[in-house]
């Protein structure tokens, strides 16, 4: 028996009935209907068939609307009154059963005259999306929310256009609410007809890298298109089945062969296509760079200064943009501090709490810049001398000395600007992400008194703040000679984290700062490890290698404290009570040490690409149980007893099987394939689809049982090449290329 949904069925179920015709039945139960405000109803059941499986169930709600929709069924009546619900579930087998309840309608809320919503025909989109525009508006009052039903069992809030993903073809009948804040509502609704799900829908489409950055003399890029069905395999594209197309060929052109190319400054997008599959992926692309500079400004009141920001703009080739006769215009003054239109900033007072002070945002012809300038206001002078310290992605803006601590030699001593260029490459390969839309990322040294209200420590964005309190020393940039590595790489962490998939995963939940907190340490501890294991790739020296160990966040840390903390909450877990950061991050740590580097960026490919929402939750027990099917995912093992026996997890059983084989689809998409090899006479040529700047194993074999290393690979572009040499005699050989960093 194959049976699907029921939640709360309990009391009034109509009695089980048996239709037989042959051997096969359905049962089909229908609860009592429950009654929601303003017309709102919902029926709970159960549904079964033997022999066979029910496919769909379709709805008649006897107000002229029809749809499909699992159990439990939502629908809202537009006027009072009774009706006649019919049912009717298909199974595979090709029977059906049909059953009706009567609902008895008295709550509808009144159709506010005050508001008007208009509703415009759904515009139906590739795979089961749907968006639908329209019109609110209130007199008197104003709208505060539009709730959406969308008739398959999913609510939200959206402004109009209002987008949803169906996850079948059908008909669903769309209510929508619109709340004013005089507490009156409307409600319209609006039938959908989803036709567009067909079985390539369920391929993954995907083209790396997922935003083309052209800048600082780079000005040219090759996108990769990668295919897979279902089963995670991969599915050969030639050139000929894709095009490409730029939406500002002449900023960024691109050919057939999916090269990209811009030399000036400006945003485009490229839309990928592939023959016969229904999704399009739009790939952004950046070309050259807008900076506001200096990322902070210490100014103070007594006596008053004043500072100076400036634009500066740079091609994609590297050239200067010449700013004259070009409109920059700067923004974001306030209270604490004033900004002029040719950049002149004024200290007006210094801030009275935490988030007074402000940041200065500029755009040259309406385009912004990637960065803010910070801007600190004391009350005197702090007597600092800011510097800039550059490299390929990150700028630092730091004091040189402040009291005891030699903050400008320790920038050149540690190679700090080289770690941390390092670990933007190592965070946007495992996130692939790209925050600033590409544009330089900047850390500030915030200065402050203790009552001016410094950063405690750090604070994520662009720039990164990394506070250091100057009237009761104490700094979370570093010490005397030793440097806040952990802290530094945390707050540039959460950068790399802070987008559509992984906040949706977090909204929500009881707990989210444990998750946001404990993975932005997880993902700079793999960073660090990254570098530790492979120094000589990013040219880091031993001395800075030392420098990172016994630092708070950093990897040795976290193995010994939050190892501890994770060894103590076992002997008693209670995730309710007592769950935190510190336990999460030592707990993807752990299984990173047991599954091996690629857990945490088979972990991560669940988040890819990171705009993309992709699962939907109840509540926080399918949240929480999602995470463990990610991590089991990345592992290729199921982790549920460890993490619900060890770890105090609520785990939904039912759900976990349910998601799994989608997270096991995303946790595997960016595996290496190999797709081609090239037999000479005594070598063959090994390709693969690879991530650039990830260290591969090749393997062989000659019995598939014992494995031995017979190259290390880390590839600069998306493809992976390796000439290896052929067997001798008759032997067969086996080939296999691991991903390992
Ligand atoms: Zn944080």
Redesign the pocket.
């Known amino acids: 028996m194959n049976a699907r949904s029921l939640a709360c069925l309990v009391a009034g179920l109509v009695a089980a009935s048996f239709t037989s015709r042959g051997r096969a039945s359905i049962v089909l139960d229908l609860a009592v209907p429950e009654y929601e405000a303003c017309g709102q109803v919902s029926i709970n059941g159960y549904v079964a068939a033997s022999p066979g499986a029910i496919q769909r169930l379709v709805w008649v709600w006897g107000d002229g609307m029809t749809n499909e929709s699992w159990f439990p069924a939502t629908h809202t009546f537009p006027t009072n009154g009774d009706y006649t619900v019919q049912v009717t579930a298909f199974a595979d087998t090709g029977e059906s059963k049909t059953a009706t309840r009567s609902v008895v309608i008295t709550s509808v809320c009144n159709q506010s005259t005050n508001i008007v919503l208009n509703l415009a025909a759904p515009e139906y989109e590739a795979c089961g999306q749907v968006s639908i525009n329209g019109y609110v508006k209130a007199s008197p009052g104003d709208v505060q929310r539009l709730v959406w039903a969308w008739g398959d069992g999913t609510t939200n809030e959206s402004w109009f256009p209002a987008k949803h993903v169906y996850p079948s073809n059908g008909v669903f009948a769309v209510t929508v609410t619109a709340h004013s804040d005089l507490g009156e509502t409307r409600t319209a609704t609006q039938q959908v007809s989803v036709a567009t799900i067909t079985l390539s829908c369920d391929n993954t489409l995907r083209v790396y890298p997922p935003r083309v950055v052209l800048k600082d003399g780079k000005t040219n890029e090759t996108l990769r298109v990668d295919l897979r069905g279902k089963n995670g395999l991969p599915i050969p594209v030639t050139l000929a089945q894709t095009t490409f197309v730029s939406s500002r060929p002449n900023l960024v052109q691109v050919d057939a062969q999916g090269r990209v190319t811009g030399k000036g400054l400006g945003e485009a997008q490229i839309e990928v296509r592939v023959q016969g599959q229904p999704r399009t992926v739009i790939v952004p692309v950046s070309v050259g760079e807008i900076l506001l500079e200096p990322t902070i400004l210490l100014l103070n009141t007594n006596p008053p200064s004043t500072g100076q920001v400036f634009l500066r703009a740079f091609n994609a080739d590297g050239s200067a943009v010449n700013l004259s006769g070009r409109q920059v215009q700067f923004s974001g003054g306030n209270a604490v501090a004033s900004v002029n239109a040719q950049g002149v900033v004024t200290p007006l007072r210094p801030p009275a709490q935490f988030w007074d002070s402000p940041y200065l945002n500029a755009t040259l012809d309406g385009m912004p810049a990637r960065n803010a300038c910070f801007v600190r206001v004391t009350a005197t002078n702090l007597n600092l001398t800011m510097q800039d310290y550059a490299g390929e992605n990150v700028t630092f803006r730091v004091a040189t000395q402040v009291g005891p601590y030699p903050f400008g030699a320790l920038m050149n001593d540690l190679q700090v600007v080289k770690v941390f260029d390092a670990v933007c490459r190592l965070q946007q390969r495992l996130c692939g992400a790209t925050p600033n839309q590409g544009g330089r990322q900047f850390f500030a040294l915030d200065p402050g008194m203790d009552a001016g209200g410094t950063v405690p420590c750090?604070l994520?964005g662009n720039p990164v703040r990394l506070g250091v309190v100057v009237d009761n020393l104490g700094s979370c940039f570093g010490g005397e000679d030793w440097l806040h590595w952990g802290v530094i790489g945390?707050?540039l962490a959460?950068d790399f984290l802070s987008h559509a998939s992984f906040a949706d995963f977090c909204a929500g939940l009881a707990n989210s700062g444990a998750y946001?907190?404990g993975l932005?340490?997880t993902l700079s501890a793999y960073s660090f490890d990254e570098i530790t294991a492979a120094p000589e790739r990013f040219g880091i020296a031993p001395a800075t290698l030392a420098n990172f160990h016994g630092i708070f966040l950093m990897p040795d840390s976290i193995r010994t404290g939050h190892y501890e903390a994770l060894t103590n909450y076992e002997a008693n877990p209670d995730y309710a009570g007592r769950f935190n950061a510190d336990l999460l991050d030592a707990i993807m740590l752990k299984l990173g040490d047991d599954y091996g580097p690629a857990f945490l960026f088979r972990f991560m490919s669940v988040f890819y690409p990171p705009d993309e929402l992709f699962m939907s939750y109840q509540d926080e027990t399918q949240r929480l149980t999602f995470w463990v099917a990610a991590c089991s995912a990345a592992a290729r093992t199921d982790l549920r007893a460890r993490f619900r026996d060890r770890w105090g997890f609520p785990v939904d059983d039912a759900y976990f099987e349910r998601i799994l084989p989608q997270v096991q689809q995303r946790a595997s998409q960016r595996d290496p394939v190999i797709t081609a090899s090239h037999v000479g006479s005594d070598a063959f040529h090994l390709c693969a689809h690879a991530v650039r700047d990830t260290t591969y194993l090749i393997q062989s074999s000659p019995d598939l049982s014992t494995w031995i290393t017979v190259q290390t690979n880390t590839p600069s572009s998306f493809t992976l090449e390796a000439d290896l040499p052929l067997p001798s005699g008759f032997g067969q050989q086996f080939y296999r290329v691991l991903q390992w960093r």
């Open positions: 750090g994520s945390h707050e959460h946001s907190e932005a340490t």
